[in-house]
């Protein structure tokens, strides 16, 4: 009886940290970019099946879909596919292989050197500004110039950061 008390009470503790995270977001961020992740595929690595099976991704993601269109912000989701990993944020080359115990990489087209996460963040920021003036998939319904989504429909290496800023700050001007 006390372990089955004391495992109510961690996955209660979990639960309210969800909540508190996911309502701070979708409360203070007008849209939020998040990258579909291959969870599945993340269990089947021993190494990381523990940690992924705590932190409750797929909660995570519920719970920021329902907040977000609660809030009327805007949710996109990154396809799992896209390679945020592996582009390069300053150029936008792409390299073949990055093994997921590299965790910081130089491109090979600028010779920057890049923080593995960091660089994947960035790419993501990108593409989610890019994609607010086009369709994209977010769970209101809609994307948040109003359009209906339909997915990322386009590649996002061809929209720069600066086009990409300029579209989000003409689509937020519509809401005004």
């Known amino acids: 009886m006390k372990l089955a008390r004391l495992h109510l ?10 909540h508190k995270l996911t309502t701070e977001l979708a409360a203070n961020y ?11 595929g993340m269990f089947k690595n021993h190494n990381l099946a523990r940690a992924v099976s705590d932190m409750g991704f797929h909660e995570f993601r519920r719970q920021l879909t329902y907040k977000c269109k609660k809030f009327g912000n805007g949710l996109v989701v990154i396809d ?15 390299i073949d292989v990055l093994p997921l115990g590299v965790r910081t990489w130089q491109c090979q087209g600028c010779g920057t050197t890049h923080n593995r996460d960091i660089n994947a963040a960035l790419n993501i920021e990108r593409i ?22 339909s997915g990322l429909g386009f590649d996002a290496s061809e929209t720069s950061l600066d086009e990409a800023v300029s579209e989000q700050q003409d689509c937020v001007s519509s809401f005004v």
């Not at 009470?9 to 969800?18: G, T, Y």
């Not at 500004?129 to 769970?139: E, H, I, K, M």
């Open 9 to 18: 009470r961690i996955a209660n503790m979990r639960q309210d940290s969800l």
């Open 30 to 40: 007008e849209v939020i970019c998040i990258e579909d992740l291959f969870v599945s």
């Open 80 to 94: 799992q596919w896209h390679p945020s990993s592996k582009t390069c944020s300053s150029c936008g080359e792409i």
């Open 128 to 149: 989610g500004l890019a994609s607010l003036s086009r369709p994209t998939v977010s769970y209101t319904g809609s994307n948040d110039c109003g359009e209906e989504s």
